[in-house]
């Protein structure tokens, strides 16, 4: 699949290159998948060329929800070993803003695909945090600077620990536990935002940039801000670098953005298997991600 040159609006270029890598066992009679694993298509994101290989002779439908730009690729496997494996190269062409400049958006200017993000969800429980996020940052400047300061907050009280938390951590757990990993830092910032009236919402994509002592490479959970008439990153867990991060899917929490929903008896063979590989090209105009001061966007 070939697209169109970016906006010359988002600055600067990162090329990509993503492998995605599943297997799973299916018992009798089959089972059903939903997966998230596709790159999103953004204003400053662009699938240049991907590659889907299944190892059973089953037709995958993809599809593209309008809204989010999420894409969804469903299919029904077979009984026996199921394998997936996804090829893409994504170029990033990241808006860039000053922090001092973006400002929260007034409730009554917002726009309504954006409001479902002020509310509470089932992970980010906003409405019994209230209390505690007005006292620690109701008083403070309002915009992107106080978005920053919800950020450094959790990641004070917060310890990033592998294994301290499960699939049903909600924000608050977080809190009262003091640990989790990047999924609970997202939840736990979304909820803190969302009490002070921040749109804020969960994101997945790569982690890339990781420090190979956290684990292997894998998928990351992280927070986009609206600010500033655009959604912003945040990494609340400091996991990797944002720059080099390829957007696959956006919700209200984990519970909207799965990478593979099941139904059926169904078995996991390994842990998936997800490597994002940065492209040096500078004749081609493609640099290496680097951590910067700025606000940096790859949607609007």
């Known amino acids: 699949m070939q697209v169109s040159g970016m906006s010359p609006a988002c600055s600067p270029k990162v090329r990509i290159e993503l492998h ?3 297997a799973y066992h299916i018992d009798t009679p089959g089972g059903d998948f939903i997966f998230n694993i596709h790159p999103a298509h953004t204003p400053c994101q662009w699938v240049s060329s991907e590659h889907l290989s299944l190892s059973q002779a089953i037709e995958a439908e993809i599809q593209t929800d309008a809204l989010t730009g999420n894409r969804y690729m469903r299919l029904r496997g077979q009984p026996g070993e199921l394998a997936v494996s996804y090829r893409a190269t994504v170029d990033l062409r990241h808006h860039q803003a000053d922090p001092a400049q973006l400002q929260e ?4 200017r917002l726009p309504l695909e954006v409001l479902g993000y002020i509310y509470p969800s089932r992970y980010c429980e906003s409405d019994k945090l209230l209390r505690l996020a007005m006292e620690e940052f109701g008083s403070l400047p309002q915009g992107y600077r106080r978005v920053q300061a919800i950020m450094a907050w959790v990641q004070r009280q917060i310890t990033y620990t592998a294994n301290a938390s499960n699939a049903r951590t909600s924000a608050v757990e977080t809190l009262i536990e003091r640990a989790g990993v990047c999924r609970d830092f ?3 910032m979304i909820a803190l935002c969302r009490a002070v009236n921040i749109p804020a919402r969960f994101t997945t994509g790569t982690d890339y940039g990781a420090d190979p002592s956290l684990g292997p490479p894998d998928f990351h959970a992280y927070v986009e801000v609206y600010v500033g008439d655009r959604w912003y990153i945040v990494d609340p867990s400091r996991t990797g670098i944002p720059m080099g991060f390829v957007r696959i899917g956006t919700g209200r ?5 799965s990478f593979a929903t099941i139904f059926g008896d169904v078995t996991p063979i390994y842990a998936p298997m997800v490597h994002a590989i940065a492209i040096d090209e500078p004749a081609q105009g493609f640099v290496m991600p680097y951590h910067t001061e700025k606000a940096v966007s790859t949607g609007n």
């Open 20 to 22: 995605v890598d599943l």
């Open 105 to 108: 958006i007034p409730i009554h």
């Open 186 to 188: 997202s939840h736990l």
């Open 253 to 257: 929490d984990a519970a909207d953005v």
